[in-house]
């Protein structure tokens, strides 16, 4: 995990709610890489995460407790509300992490898988290069974007506004 001991001990102290990001990832490293076990968690502990935001909190009477809330029963039911939108990034570096928050979103697919649905944009040692923030990770293309996104299985809308994205960041005046 990208965390040090004392940043996972505060995220998992119940003072506050830990970002999505913390959590995928500490689900992934107490997953050890098993994807079928890591997709079968994520969508109970995902609808869990949405359910703890503080600003959905509603004051209650005691006996107003008595019925347990509906439970969600499919991520798909939230997904849209979470998608990354390439459009907020204001540099290439957010892009590049909004691209590991959509192949997140996406599910998580293979390096392999991405790489060989990108239409041969990549091999998947780039892809992981990519992912992980490896040393020797190539330059933000406009090829390994629109690639990484496809591969992630994004529409053709979507991955026109990840190209657009990266344009408009990559074509912006200098300040």
Do not use: N
């Amino acid at each position: 995990m990208p965390y040090g001991r004392s940043a996972i001990a505060e995220r998992l102290s119940g003072a506050s709610r830990p970002e999505w990001m913390f959590i995928e990832s500490m689900l992934g490293a107490c997953t050890g890489g098993d994807r079928a076990a890591w997709q079968t968690l994520i969508q109970d502990i995902r609808a869990l995460w949405v359910v703890a935001d503080p600003s959905r909190a509603v004051d209650r009477e005691p006996e107003q407790f008595a019925e347990a809330p509906r439970r969600v029963e499919r991520l798909a039911d939230l997904t849209d509300d979470y998608k990354p939108d390439p459009s907020t990034a204001t540099s290439l570096e957010e892009l590049e992490q909004q691209m590991r928050q959509f192949w997140r979103w996406a599910g998580q697919p293979s390096s392999r898988e991405v790489a060989k649905q990108s239409g041969a944009v990549f091999s998947h040692a780039t892809v992981a290069k990519i992912l992980y923030d490896r040393p020797g990770k190539p330059p933000l293309r406009l090829a390994y974007v629109q690639g990484f996104i496809r591969g992630c299985g994004a529409s053709p809308d979507e991955v026109r506004a990840w190209i657009a994205a990266w344009r408009r960041i990559h074509l912006a005046p200098l300040s």
